[in-house]
């Protein structure tokens, strides 16, 4: 069964500081990725999204997923956080042509980011 | 430009109490419609899914039901509310391989 780990339960980080969040994920077949945030007060969005071709997708806001298919991984990066970036955020994964039924979440990554 | 209306945004509830929870999509039509529970510290549960109108379908076995009346509406209830159906509820619409809007949720509280 496919299953979604998102290590990191709550990271606090400065601003200006670099963000990678982990996402790893077990599933044996062609993968679709995604990543949604959930800023304070706000309905869940989706960040970033892949399904093929370049590994490494960039999303809204400068953020940024690298897929690297041998680890298992899609994680989250941003080169210099914002205060404004204070979100939950939350890894998702299907498989192949599935469709929207079958994805799995992670349990999510809080993320502070301090003034 | 695609919307989701979900309500109410918090409701309380003696167990043993009926609920319903309404969600509307806007700017699409025949939508994939989703019912989800998020948990603290365990991600989002797909509860229900519907691809029509009339069709549902359940993931998750449990006190409660969902129902499409029209294409753009689907509505979670139940009959009898338990204490373990707390939670936060969110609709969301999809199409194809993932979702693209959530709603805004509803935090249910059965005491």
């Known amino acids: 069964a496919q299953s979604v780990s998102q290590h990191n339960h709550h990271v606090i980080l400065s601003e200006a500081a670099s963000l990678e969040l982990g996402c790893n994920y077990s599933y044996g077949g062609t993968v679709n990725l995604f990543w949604y945030v959930q800023y304070p007060g706000q309905h869940l969005q989706l960040l970033l999204k892949y399904f093929s071709g370049d590994p490494l997708v960039k999303g809204i806001k400068g953020f940024e997923a690298e897929f690297i298919k041998s680890k298992f991984s899609f994680n989250l990066r941003k080169p210099s956080v914002q205060w404004s970036d204070t979100a939950e955020y939350f890894c998702a994964v299907n498989g192949g042509q599935t469709g929207a039924n079958n994805l799995f979440f992670g349990t999510g990554t809080r993320l502070t980011v301090i003034p | 430009s695609q919307t989701i209306h979900q309500w109410p945004a918090t409701l309380v509830q003696p167990v043993g109490s009926p609920l319903s929870l309404e969600c509307t999509v806007e700017?699409?039509?025949?939508?994939?419609l989703y019912w989800y529970r998020q948990a603290a510290g365990r991600g989002l549960q797909l509860l229900f899914y519907s691809v029509g109108i009339g069709q549902i379908s359940s993931e998750v076995p449990q006190n409660l039901s969902a129902s499409r009346p029209q294409d753009r509406q689907f509505i979670l209830s139940s009959k009898k509310l338990l204490l373990s159906d707390s939670g936060f509820y969110l609709c969301?619409?999809?199409?194809?391989?993932?979702?693209?809007?959530f709603g805004a949720g509803t935090r249910l509280s059965v005491l």
């Open positions: 969301a619409w999809g199409q194809g391989r993932y979702i693209q809007y």
């Open positions: 700017g699409t039509s025949n939508p994939n």
